[in-house]
């Protein structure tokens, strides 16, 4: 690398000194004990002297404190960034002048562009810093000897033309200045575009051409769209070290969520729509004070780990999750906890759209993604009990109802918000699941793109608030080697690079192998990732490499390969068209590559040895390698993107298009449009009633089978003045289901008639249970907040998108999911015939099925055949009507197909309080005793005796309640004047 002629001269940068440079190794006589066995042990003398000088640079570089320190890095003209494994190999690095920072005060005029003192020919706006280029982004540094950017660009998908017919925009472009003295190039990616000057006209052709290929290299190739327009590639093509894990319901899920925060070791993020600091994460709550979500954050935070935390900054008139409460709380607990919301209302004139993630990472190893929000109500297990009294799991405002009651308040959250001798708990049904692999890093990189957009928008100059760079491999240096282990307490940390770098490597590890000077190429960097089982370090011992050339000594996991890597069809990138993708899910009853599994393999299992997190209720799945793909919606005003993507969308309609036996959803709402409906503009629907065509013209069975919640969760009742957002939902959910030309049974009724049932069918779910020991038995519908779609029990669809335009569009609120394919297949049956499954999606189905027919373990195989008649139809759907009709029988609770009109409602409300004396919002108190006619005789029984019938919780839909009603807000509700989006 040729300097520039007004770089610092040698004493410009003071050498230092201290302690840590008196006490590391010298390079020479630490090597030595490896150049002489070395020299003695080759062939010949070429041979002896590459290796001799191999195993020296290893040795070397292997010792950070040193490779770090200011007179090596100079020497080497690098920064320290070179020698951080995390970020992937070095590209190319150099000082070069920008103008768009603020000014660096550093008590010199060595920054200007030319060594002039005599007179200012310069703007003095320009700075000249370090540039380095990674295989994901440019970071501008200070210096080469700092690792904090004062600028970042994390390189995103570019538009596919630059609307001059010149084809795809260039991620960085050659400018010229009016000075011909002047060099410079323009780097553009997402909604930014950056000036930057170079010392030549050579120099800017090489930043050129580096950057452009650094965003175009495969696989990541991040400035081109990959598979369904998403920003992340398919992973798990080759062994990459792609695994995935579900988890049914919150406790599942909080209790992996805690494991995890408390084993992390440098960084951890967390995006969520709500959050609620005092959240237990483990019940019952009283025996479990550590678990609560602030203490985690609090004894990580002391312990050096960096905490990152974007909230939804919501419209506070709209919604009372309080936002402000959760950020002061969360910025007292330590000032390693970084918080910030977004987006700014005024100042981005975002009001109706929300950040709707729920995402942890932990270490950028583990990733949770899904439905489930770190807040008040979400804790629940496949029971659903809707009381608690005395409370011994969910306290205070924890015992969460929002069809009754949201709270106004957070300042007591110990303090209940609903009367628990009266009111039930609203149950909540989720689905989370867990990542490990390339596409952990991908939805971290995700996050990172986020914080930094709004870093820059809401705290553009606060030095605590820092720009975050996305790693590239996955580097967890307390698992490394043989090196000694670190206790760090906080007394001793400085500051967080001095942590990062202490916590990295050991400065003594001699026995690590590092080829830092002989990266691999680009397109075999995630060839060799290693597969680390957070649980169990207990035996690892066997070396893995990691991508890029670095090969550190990582202990063997307890997961297994999956037999033969066939890359899954489909699994390529088309930028034209989803109708043009190659079949995804190809014949699988004779599927090459996929490992079988005996067919006792459900019921033999032991969860504890699958290598993830353990759990004996059938809530948790294995942990199990997989093809997977991150998927997201996002646009300018939530990441910064140039370009609109809904990849979320394209997947859901690219996977129910190919699907060959079976469709199975799960989701918070389901509102959604057939060709031609210029209102509702996802394809969700159109997608589902094509497919259903044409397996009834192709004389093939399928199924589609779709649970949502039975009522919208916001408060008010149905007839109320100030219920109609939720009269509002319910309207276009009816629209899109059975009401009108647009709805997708009014369409097929025309076409199939009564068979119209054998291929799509609605259903909810519903709970019932005692308040107290001595109190009413009451009914809530279980809140289905899962946002999950499997397919042919082969592929599933897990996030926290819901369906409708607000998540799947793009351009509204901001959603991620993940795409999983299994590489594992189990034997099963699809329509009476063996059937290759895939291990993930089986076991999920299975578990959310058995929990919502209430099937004990041993009743498994009586649902292994999703579509046969002997489950569809002589289980699940008598199932739900046998259960719909004991619920009516009891409580006649709402909704349901007897109430067509609001004036039937009222008179039915009126009815049952009058008879009750109390009931709830949506009639779910049941009376003492329940009056039957038998044999002429009026015979009274016990409620709960009639209850004992119910099994698990399914219920049929009510496709006919309020039928005759109009239920869209009238000009006397302030609803009316509010945008429709809103509700769809």
Excluded at 622 to 643: D, E, K, L, N
Excluded at 730 to 748: D, P, V
Excluded at 785 to 811: E, F, W, Y
Aim: with cysteine; net charge negative.
């Amino acid at each position: 690398m040729v300097q520039d002629d007004d770089e610092h001269d040698d004493e410009a940068i003071p050498l230092t000194h201290d302690e840590s440079s008196k006490k590391r190794d010298v390079p020479s006589s630490a090597a030595l004990p490896i150049i002489t066995p070395a020299l003695g042990r080759q062939q010949s003398i070429s041979d002896r002297g590459k290796v001799a000088m191999q195993g020296y640079l290893n040795h070397f570089l292997g010792n950070l404190d040193i490779v770090n320190s200011r007179e090596v890095c100079r020497f080497l003209e690098v920064s320290k960034l070179s020698f951080s494994p995390e970020y992937g190999p070095k590209l190319k690095e150099d000082y070069v002048m920008v103008k768009h920072l603020p000014k660096i005060l550093n008590g010199d005029d060595e920054r200007k562009c030319c060594p002039c003192h005599w007179f200012n020919c310069c703007n003095d706006n320009w700075q000249k810093v370090w540039a380095v280029l990674k295989p994901g982004f440019l970071a501008l540094l200070e210096d080469p000897f700092h690792t904090q950017p004062l600028d970042i660009i994390v390189f995103d998908v570019l538009p596919a033309s630059d609307g001059n017919g010149e084809g795809r925009v260039s991620l960085a472009k050659e400018i010229k200045e009016q000075n011909p003295l002047r060099h410079a190039f323009k780097v553009t990616c997402g909604n930014r575009s950056i000036r930057i000057r170079a010392k030549s006209s050579a120099k800017v052709k090489d930043w050129v051409a580096a950057v452009n290929d650094a965003g175009l290299r495969p696989p990541e190739g991040w400035c081109h769209p990959h598979r369904f327009g998403s920003f992340a590639p398919p992973r798990g093509l080759t062994e990459d070290g792609s695994q995935a894990q579900w988890f049914v319901d919150g406790r599942a899920a909080f209790e992996a969520i805690a494991s995890s925060i408390e084993d992390a070791k440098s960084e951890i993020f967390i995006c969520g729509w709500w959050l609620c600091p005092e959240l237990y994460l483990r019940r019952p709550f009283d025996a479990h004070a550590s678990s609560r979500l602030e203490n985690l954050l609090e004894a990580k935070a002391k312990q050096g780990v960096q905490i990152y935390i974007l909230l939804y900054k919501e419209v506070a008139l709209a919604l009372k999750i309080n936002s402000d409460y959760s950020k002061r709380k969360l910025l007292s607990i330590h000032e390693n906890v970084r918080v910030l919301r977004y987006p700014d209302h005024f100042s981005s004139g975002v009001y109706l759209w929300s950040h709707h993630e729920k995402l942890v990472i932990i270490d950028y190893q583990i990733c949770f993604i899904g439905g489930l929000d770190l807040c008040f109500g979400r804790y629940d297990t496949c029971e659903h009990k809707v009381g608690d009294c005395p409370p011994l799991i969910w306290p205070g405002k924890d015992y969460y109802n929002p069809r009754e009651s949201e709270p106004n308040s957070w300042e007591d959250t110990m303090k209940d918000e609903v009367d628990r001798g009266k009111y039930p708990r609203m149950p909540w049904h989720d689905v989370h699941c867990a990542l490990w692999g390339p596409s952990c890093r991908d939805i971290a990189r995700h996050f990172v793109q986020r914080w930094n957009y709004a870093k820059r928008n809401k705290a553009p100059n606060e030095q605590a608030i820092p720009l975050l760079m996305p790693q590239q491999h996955m580097v967890i240096p307390h698992y490394m080697g043989k090196s000694r282990e670190i206790e760090v307490e906080s007394k001793n940390v400085q500051n967080h690079s001095d942590l990062r770098r202490q916590d990295s490597f050991s400065a003594r590890s001699s026995l690590q192998d590092i080829p830092l000077l002989l990266p691999q190429e680009a397109d075999g960097l995630d060839s060799g990732e290693p597969k680390l089982n957070r649980l169990d370090l207990s035996n690892l011992d066997q070396p893995s490499k990691v991508s890029s050339g670095l090969s550190f000594s990582f202990r063997k996991s307890k997961i297994e390969a999956v037999g033969p890597d066939t890359p899954l069809k489909g699994f390529v990138d088309n930028f034209e068209s989803l109708d043009h993708h190659e079949k995804l899910l190809s014949d699988r009853v004779a599927q090459p590559g996929m490992k079988s599994s005996d067919p006792d393999w459900w019921e033999t299992q032991e969860r504890g040895d699958q290598g993830g997190f353990a759990d004996e209720s059938g809530q948790v799945g294995p942990r199990v390698s997989c093809r997977c793909q991150v998927i997201r919606s996002v646009s300018q005003w939530s990441a910064g993107t140039s370009q609109t993507e809904e990849s979320i969308h394209g997947a859901y309609r690219s996977l129910i298009e190919k699907a060959e036996h079976f469709i199975y959803i799960e989701n918070q709402f389901f509102i959604s449009g057939l060709s031609g409906d210029e209102t509702i503009r996802n394809r969700v629907l159109e997608a589902l009633f094509r497919r259903i065509m044409r397996a009834y013209n192709d004389k093939k069975l399928f199924r589609v089978i779709i649970v949502i919640p039975l009522l919208p969760g916001f408060q008010g009742g149905l007839d109320d003045g100030g219920a109609a957002s939720v009269r509002a939902i319910m309207h276009w959910q009816h629209r899109t289901i059975c009401r009108g030309h647009n709805s997708i049974l009014h369409n097929l009724y025309e076409l199939l008639g009564p068979k119209t049932h054998d291929y799509i069918s609605f259903y909810g779910l519903r709970a019932y249970g005692k308040l107290s020991a001595g109190g009413p038995v009451a009914s809530s519908q279980v809140y289905v907040h899962s946002k999950v779609m499997i397919a042919d029990d082969c592929i599933a669809l897990i996030g926290s998108a819901n369906i409708n335009d607000r998540s799947l569009l793009g351009s509204r609120d901001s959603e991620i999911g993940v795409l999983i394919e299994d590489k594992e297949a189990v034997n099963s049956f699809m329509g009476g015939k063996p059937w290759k499954a895939g291990k993930f999606s089986l076991t999920l189905r299975l578990s959310l099925w058995s929990e919502h027919l209430g099937l004990r373990s041993g009743e498994i195989d009586r649902i292994i055949d999703p579509v046969a008649d002997s489950t569809y139809k002589d289980i699940w759907m008598a199932t739900a009507k046998t259960n719909t009709a004991i619920y009516q029988d009891v409580f006649a609770c709402i909704p349901n197909d007897l109430i067509h009109t609001r004036a039937a409602l009222r008179q039915t409300m009126a009815l049952w309080k009058e008879r009750l004396g109390h009931s709830t919002i949506d009639l779910g108190i049941a009376p003492e005793k329940l009056e039957s006619y038998h044999n002429g005789d009026i015979e009274k029984s016990d409620p709960m005796e009639r209850l004992a019938a119910v099994r698990g919780h399914l219920v049929s839909f009510p496709l006919d309640f309020m039928c005759k009603e109009d239920l869209r807000p009238v000009f006397n509700e302030s609803e009316y004047y509010a945008s429709s989006q809103v509700f769809h």
